[in-house]
T-cell receptor
Framework: DAKTTQPTSMDCAEGRAANLPCNHSTISGNEYVYWYRQIHSQGPQYIIHGLKNNETNEMASLIITEDRKSSTLILPHATLRDTAVYYCIVRNSWGKLQFGAGTQVVVTP | NAGVTQTPKFQVLKTGQSMTLQCAQDMNHEYMSWYRQDPGMGLRLIHYSVGAGITDQGEVPNGYNVSRSTTEDFPLRLLSAAPSQTSVYFC??????????????FGSGTRLTVV
């Protein structure tokens, strides 16, 4: 399974865009990139996923490089409620989600 | 539509006791899985199931058993609780394991303490 590398933490000002990077240099051609977040001690929440095209939904945008070795999650207008741990995950064909340590994002007023 | 329901929310066990953590989903999802999360760490996969009657091991299966007799339920059994199993346990489900067009839905967790 492909592994991911994320920064341990990052800060973001409220109202500004938050850009969360993720490296997945060993990703296979049929593996998707998923992003989840976990607020405090709640269960993880699905944000977005993609294969090779950029994706956007009501929560965020996902930018995947052409070689698929890295991606960036963009929260366009961060709010205090976006403070959470964000996980970048590569999902294999059997659907197993394997979580890393994630990025602790703190949004400040 | 309740999503993924986990019971109990909190539990304290003595070392050596056994118990079952319950997980139920009402979304007709084929795929279900159990994770544990230790303080300050990410989630680790314990066991998973791709459909009724089929289960397989994840990263940290030792000390746990699962079964999947129905599509809706996926209980996790602790055979003989140990302090190392103190953790928060999350159950998750997904519609299809192969077509990666669905996100996983997670339950709210069971906080287990073994003393």
């Amino acid at each position: 399974d492909a592994k991911t590398t994320q920064p341990t933490s990052m800060d973001c000002a409220e109202g500004r865009a938050a850009n969360l990077p993720c490296n997945h240099s060993t990703i296979s051609g049929n593996e998707y990139v998923y992003w989840y977040r976990q607020i405090h001690s709640q269960g993880p929440q699905y944000i977005i996923h993609g294969l090779k095209n950029n994706e956007t939904n009501e929560m965020a945008s996902l930018i995947i490089t052409e070689d698929r070795k890295s991606s960036t999650l963009i929260l366009p207008h961060a709010t205090l409620r976006d403070t959470a741990v964000y996980y970048c995950i590569v999902r294999n064909s059997w659907g197993k989600l394997q979580f890393g340590a994630g990025t602790q994002v703190v949004v400040t007023p | 539509n309740a999503g993924v329901t986990q019971t109990p929310k909190f539990q304290v066990l003595k070392t050596g006791q056994s118990m079952t953590l319950q997980c139920a989903q009402d979304m007709n999802h084929e795929y279900m899985s159990w994770y544990r999360q230790d303080p300050g760490m990410g989630l680790r996969l314990i066991h998973y199931s791709v459909g009724a009657g089929i289960t397989d091991q994840g990263e940290v299966p030792n000390g746990y058993n699962v079964s999947r007799s129905t599509t809706e339920d996926f209980p996790l059994r602790l055979l003989s609780a140990a302090p190392s199993q103190t953790s928060v346990y999350f159950c998750a489900s997904s519609h299809d394991r192969v077509i990666a067009n669905y996100g996983y839905t997670f339950g709210s967790g069971t906080r287990l303490t073994v003393v």
